[in-house]
């Protein structure tokens, strides 16, 4: 037995809250510098785009506005940072070492997990507790 089937909707909108908050205070780590920064100094343009995506996204996200597209620009983010960081050390900064796709070894497992529940939300949408639900729909012209 689990839940029932009738609370799928607002547990979306649970799940999407708490995700986009997250992936928020990454993005304000980033830019903000709040609640901690992420490095001393200046961040390398990279960063400053990855803290602004997750910033922005995260918002629109958390208030289910454009949440399918945030969602999967979002995806898209944490994939790159997966693979491009962790897995394969593309990128300046990247821990040096050999390729690994074990998230736990590469540590690149909150990338990972951010990237598969975003594309989630891309497909699913935001919920019921989403101020996209509140929009007007256009009709598709026949």
Request: proline share 10%.
């Amino acid at each position: 037995m689990g839940l029932p089937s009738s609370w799928s909707a607002r547990l979306l909108s649970v799940l999407r809250i708490v995700a986009g908050l997250c992936f928020m205070e990454h993005g304000a780590m980033k830019l903000l510098h709040f609640p901690a920064p992420v490095m001393p100094g200046p961040l390398p343009p990279l960063l400053v785009l990855a803290g602004a995506i997750e910033l922005v996204a995260g918002l629109l996200v958390v208030i289910g506005l454009f949440t399918r597209p945030a969602a999967f620009i979002a995806s898209g983010e944490m994939a790159v940072a997966y693979f491009g960081f962790h897995v394969f050390h593309l990128f300046p900064g990247s821990p040096p070492g050999s390729v690994s796709f074990d998230p736990q070894a590469n540590h690149g497992a909150e990338a990972a997990l951010y990237a598969v529940i975003f594309l989630y939300i891309a497909a699913a949408g935001g919920g019921a507790w989403a101020l996209d639900t509140a929009l007007p729909r256009r009709r598709a012209v026949p």
